[in-house]
């Protein structure tokens, strides 16, 4: 359904400030709340969802941090730490620093999707 209706939004060959004032303007109307990440925003549609190199999937990006089930990543300096209650997703941590803060900046599926963005 979403392409359908950024097929047809695409149609109208309007800049994109333009339909994002427009569907503002509706969901103010409505009394839905607007949410500035939605899917219209979005430079990706789900066909063409990102995949991202995880332990699990390529565990030689990856290095052991000593006395911890974390792993960081050789070229990014990012620190994966698996979930231990879900056991199903990484919590991902920018640095070393947020990971000792316990600052997360999003959780990755053991397969690459993007779950969430703290």
Do not use: C
Not at 17 to 22: A, E, N, R, S, V
Not at 25 to 50: N, Q
């Amino acid at each position: 359904m979403n392409i359908a209706i950024n097929q047809a939004i695409a149609s109208f060959n309007l800049p994109r400030w333009i339909i994002i004032m427009l569907l503002a303007l509706v969901t103010v109307v409505i009394g839905i709340k607007f949410y500035p990440s939605a899917w219209w925003l979005a430079e990706t549609t789900s066909s063409e969802e990102i995949i991202v190199n995880t332990p699990t999937t390529h565990p030689n990006d990856f290095e052991n941090i000593r006395n911890s089930k974390a792993k960081r990543h050789v070229q990014t300096g990012e620190i994966w730490e698996p979930d231990l209650l879900h056991k199903d997703h990484w919590e991902v941590y920018k640095n070393q620093k947020n990971w000792e803060k316990g600052k997360r900046d999003r959780a990755i599926w053991n397969d690459g999707r993007h779950k969430e963005k703290f």
